[in-house]
């Protein structure tokens, strides 16, 4: 969170940093806006890059930047607060400071009411604009002041993101010399267009340790996503502690596919994350995903199967095999507990229960028991979210519906509901971006970053409107993603791509993305994230790919 320099293009920007600051390799700016014509006949071009505006994703509202001039923030830079403006909008304001490299306790500056603004702050205010609604921003920069106003905490945190992108890429990198950390003058005006921008890690089927979530969620926060779904739970892996039923992470958690160890999160540790989480207005959405998908709790309690037979743990990826015992009060009392202490964890209104590739159970059993469980998770004060496939039960209009494939969500739609597209041919983070993908599944298809960008979730569906549409989500399957590098390489840039689908207006285009995508090369290399270097950007960045290896 960041200020840095970008009265020029992002181009010449770059110029002026040390190699290592942009990313490492030769330095962007020297380059040719094309690849030197290769000797070998066949070998096509790197895609051209051009002078651009700004680079900030996702694409706002409106930008108006001015060359030539702008606010420079260095040691003397005040971070100021108005009067009342409350706890999280002061850590919000101490954030900025650590930013720009203050002094670790350095605070912000307080305004009396009488009090003028300082020359030279960072000034964050609260107001009332209807038109930023509940997220949006508007971030003023002169020479003399950059002033962000927003109607929410969540509005102002959003506006320093978009400040820190407009900065150098030495903002990224606090130990750097002689940084210049230069914000153009202008006027930016934004807000999101859908209210769920999310992503989602499968930590079942691979675990994750905190430290790896929480480096995801600070990822998130930069592009505007807002919602991390946990896939906590699978036919391989238990992973969450649930005090009146331990033998869930004590048998459940213990292995992962391939038949390694495993792990879970205590529930102070998930209460850590979802505070750290929260800070950064990213809000955790848990998910148990029954009535299949389940093996790792039938192997943990027996009285779960209708055999009273406890399965073996599962290593493999097979899918759809699995049930619980749905006649039986047994697993509705399980299913009350463990939606009870998660719940009583989670903040948030929501609570996923899967619900998908559910084989042997008929019709009728399977609609009763999403019916039963939608009961269960909002007598625990939770709104009920599903995949697609709980569509035709009788769902309460608070429901949620997650599309991933041809479903039954326009009939929710119809009844009031709303629904989150992830679309398995175009959000699924585990698919391979070409065929030469070493991680990866192929199932939904190939999809490249254009492919994850160029769809419009108004239309996706027929008969779902934008009305309909609470957002838009990028599901990361982890069958063969086993490290956090495996999982960031898959993720990124088509999260990105994801990130301003889901906040920017339709207006949007595909080669304004790429283009300012490239320019954020150097930045997702100077916060240490192991991108895919897409052929269809024009990275400015150093091309070496970095090749993900399965062990």
Not at 196 to 218: I, K, N, Q, Y
Not at 246 to 257: D, E, F, K, N, Y
């Amino acid at each position: 969170m960041t200020p840095t320099r970008h009265a020029a293009p992002l181009a010449a920007m770059c110029a002026a940093l040390t190699l290592a600051a942009c990313g490492g390799g030769v330095n962007p700016a020297a380059r040719p806006t094309t690849a030197p014509t290769p000797s070998t006949a066949g070998v096509s071009r790197a895609p051209a890059r051009v002078a651009i505006a700004h680079a900030i994703i996702p694409l706002p509202t409106s930008v108006a930047l001015v060359e030539g001039s702008g606010f420079v923030a260095d040691s003397t830079t005040s971070v100021v607060v108005a009067p009342g403006a409350g706890a999280e909008v002061e850590r919000i304001a101490k954030g900025v400071l650590d930013l720009i490299g203050r002094p670790a306790a350095t605070l912000p500056t307080r305004l009396a009411a009488a009090d003028t603004i300082p020359a030279r702050s960072i000034y964050l205010r609260l107001g009332a604009d209807a038109t930023l609604g509940d997220e949006g921003y508007r971030l003023d920069v002169s020479p003399a002041l950059v002033t962000i106003t927003a109607n929410r905490p969540a509005g102002l945190f959003y506006g320093v993101q978009t400040m820190r992108q407009l900065m150098p890429v030495s903002i990224e990198y606090p130990a750097a010399q002689n940084r210049v950390l230069r914000i153009p003058a202008g006027v930016v005006i934004d807000a999101p267009r859908f209210a769920w921008r999310g992503s989602m890690l499968d930590v079942a089927r691979h675990f994750l340790p905190v430290e790896d979530v929480r480096r995801h969620v600070d990822r998130m926060a930069l592009y505007k996503l807002n919602r991390l779904h946990l896939h906590l739970s699978d036919d391989q892996g238990w992973r969450i502690e649930i005090k009146s039923w331990p033998a869930l992470t004590q048998i459940g958690g213990s292995i992962q596919v391939g038949g390694g160890a495993g792990g879970f999160y205590t529930q102070q540790q998930y209460a850590d994350l979802v505070r750290y989480a929260a800070e950064r207005f990213v809000t955790i959405v848990p998910e148990i995903d029954m009535t299949s998908h389940i093996n790792a709790a039938l192997a943990s309690y027996p009285m779960l199967n209708c055999d009273g037979v406890a399965p073996p743990l599962y290593p493999g990826t097979r899918v759809g095999f699995s049930v619980m015992c749905v006649k039986s009060d047994t697993t509705y009392r399980f299913i009350n507990d463990v939606v009870r202490e998660i719940a009583a964890l989670t903040p948030a209104p929501w609570f996923h229960i899967g619900g998908d590739e559910v084989e042997k159970l008929t019709h009728d059993e399977y609609r009763a028991f999403v019916e039963r469980v939608q009961g269960i998770v909002r007598a625990n004060g939770k709104q009920m979210i599903g995949w697609g496939e709980i569509a035709p039960a009788a769902l309460d209009p608070s429901t949620v519906v997650q599309h991933w494939r041809t479903d039954s969500s326009a009939v929710h739609a119809a009844r009031g509901g709303k629904v989150i597209l992830s679309p398995s041919s175009r959000s699924y983070l585990d698919m391979k971006y070409d065929s030469t993908t070493i991680l990866g599944l192929r199932w939904a298809g190939l999809i490249e970053v254009r492919d994850a960008y160029e769809w419009d979730p108004a239309t996706q569906i027929p008969g779902v409107s934008e009305r309909s549409v609470l957002g838009v989500e990028g599901p990361l399957w982890s069958e063969t993603v086993v490290k956090a590098e495996d999982f960031e390489f898959m993720a990124f840039p088509r999260l990105v791509a994801l990130a301003e689908l889901g906040w920017s207006t339709p207006a949007r285009d595909f080669e304004s993305f790429r283009q300012r995508l490239g320019a954020h090369g150097p930045r997702l290399a100077a916060i240490g994230v192991n991108f895919y270097r897409s052929p269809q950007v024009p990275w400015w960045v150093s091309p070496v790919t970095p090749v993900p290896v399965v062990p």
